[in-house]
């Protein structure tokens, strides 16, 4: 898919973090936006800022885990620009930091409602008119934490896989209908967020007394940190490639790498 300034961009969880750098980066591009977050505080400052720095944006405040909401969304979009062509389901929330024997139901049915069903009722309600015009994208936000175990933080990497597999199976049913279609799946290693704090915001984790409200705090002990607007370009590029995956971030190949040849191994040494 070639990005260009007649199209419309949707973008969830766009109010801060990686939702905002896409913004940000769509917008460089002279593509329309809509954007929308739960947040509603948020979501006004984050899109009168894009306004100000010259975006043509519209706001929407949706819950990507309410499947009501995100066909709203999906019909303010046609009504403001008559056409779609980029979908970012990109709204997120984070785990705990617990084993998964003491990981909540509470957690459980947040994390998939966000992480899983945002993005499953993101396709439902946007595939249907992206398939009428023959052409379009999904760019569905995972992590590196679906491409590889991350301990202690359970429900979150199980809901990263299934966003990476979605999207793979995704690319390919699309294709089926027109090779104009597609999807990519974002999997970043540490990028420079308030994920933490707003994940407490929306009852997920709770921050100890202290902790850093950005991921920047973590950066050292991970090996680098990317800023949002740094992911939202290698996603763009990977959208633009026709590549199902993107994965910017230091180490984030190692790991996958080291996965793979895992599953691989074990594999093989099962046939012998």
């Known amino acids: ?38 947040r509603e505080e ?24 309410d499947e009501a909401s995100v066909r709203a969304l999906a019909y ?44 499953v009722h993101g396709v439902r309600a946007f595939a249907p008119l992206l398939i009428e015009r023959g052409t379009g994208h999904f760019l569905n936000t995972a992590s590196s934490g679906g491409l590889a175990p991350l301990p202690d933080r ?18 390919a049913e699309l294709k089926r209908v027109s090779p104009a279609l597609g999807a990519t799946v974002l999997c970043p290693g540490l990028v420079d967020t308030p994920l933490g704090q707003n994940s407490e915001t929306l009852g997920a984790i709770r921050l100890p007394p202290g902790a850093p409200t950005s991921m920047r705090g973590m950066a050292a002990a991970r090996g680098g940190i990317l800023s949002p607007r740094e992911v939202a370009e290698a996603a763009l590029t990977a959208v633009e490639a026709g590549r199902v995956h993107a994965a910017p971030g230091g180490g984030v190949v190692e790991r996958a790498r080291a996965r793979v040849e895992g599953l691989l191994k074990n594999l093989e040494e099962g046939e012998r």
Do not use: F
């Open 1 to 38: 898919m070639h990005i260009t300034g007649d199209q419309v961009a949707v973008i969830t969880g766009g109010a801060s973090g990686i939702g905002y750098g896409l913004a940000e980066a769509l917008a460089g591009r002279g593509v329309r936006l809509v954007v929308s977050d739960v």
């Open 42 to 65: 948020g979501l006004a400052k984050a899109c009168a800022a894009l306004a100000e720095a010259g975006a043509e944006v519209t706001a929407v405040v949706a819950d990507v885990s």
């Open 76 to 119: 303010r979009t046609v009504s403001a620009y008559g056409r779609v062509d980029l979908v970012c389901n990109n709204a997120g929330v984070v785990s705990p930091a617990a084993p998964l024997w003491e990981q909540t139901s509470h957690t459980w049915e947040l994390m998939i409602g966000v992480k899983v069903l945002g993005v």
């Open 154 to 171: 359970t429900p979150y990497t199980t809901t990263m896989h299934a966003v990476v597999g979605l999207t793979e199976t995704l690319d």
